[in-house]
């Protein structure tokens, strides 16, 4: 009876780097985004905008630098979790991660039909491209570091029953 093989959907990081350097990478991208966009929202006046309710500005700063905090820590958790092969310490990162692909796709969604019924064009066409842009590289990065953990659990099942205690 043949035996049913699954396969990822990548194998490597940009075709030439292995799946952990690129979940590396990731993680390391992922860190220096959040940091950087805490520090512009701390240093800078730009008007935040919630989708669904009206909320302080000041209010809005804090869940945002708590996200981006939180962000760094599961980062620094998966980055962690690769370096030590641990499957488990990515699952989070993972999670989150397909969360706010999918969340950067409804905010740009909205956006774009907010500027287009504003009659706001060149903002809908520059918006819209910058998202789109952001949204594929976002879950591209994303299937780096889930196909790596897809490879952890695949030698997983190559191992003997016997596991000792400290191993994956």
């Known amino acids: 009876m043949p035996s049913t093989i699954k396969r990822r959907p990548l194998n490597s990081f940009l075709g030439c780097i292995s799946l952990r350097n690129g979940a590396l990478i990731t993680g390391i991208l992922s860190m220096i985004a959040a940091a950087l966009t805490m520090l512009y929202v701390i240093f800078t006046n730009h008007k935040l905008y919630t989708i669904l309710i009206e909320l302080p500005q000041t209010t809005i700063k804090i869940i945002l630098i708590f996200n ?7 980062s620094g958790i ?9 499957k ?10 397909i969360m706010l692909v999918i969340s950067w796709v ?5 956006w774009e ?14 918006w819209l491209l910058i998202g789109l842009v952001i949204a594929i590289l976002y879950f591209y ?5 889930y196909c790596y953990y897809l490879k952890l659990k695949e ?10 205690a400290n191993s994956r």
């Open 68 to 74: 981006l905090f939180m962000t760094i820590v599961i």
């Open 78 to 86: 998966m980055i962690l979790g690769v370096l030590k092969e641990r």
């Open 88 to 97: 488990f310490f990515l699952v989070v990162w993972i999670i989150l991660g």
């Open 106 to 110: 409804i905010s740009v969604i909205y």
């Open 113 to 126: 039909i907010h500027y287009l019924i504003e009659r706001q064009y060149l903002e809908s066409v520059t």
């Open 141 to 145: 990065l994303w299937l780096v570091v």
């Open 155 to 164: 030698e997983d099942q190559r191992l003997p029953y016997y596991k000792p």
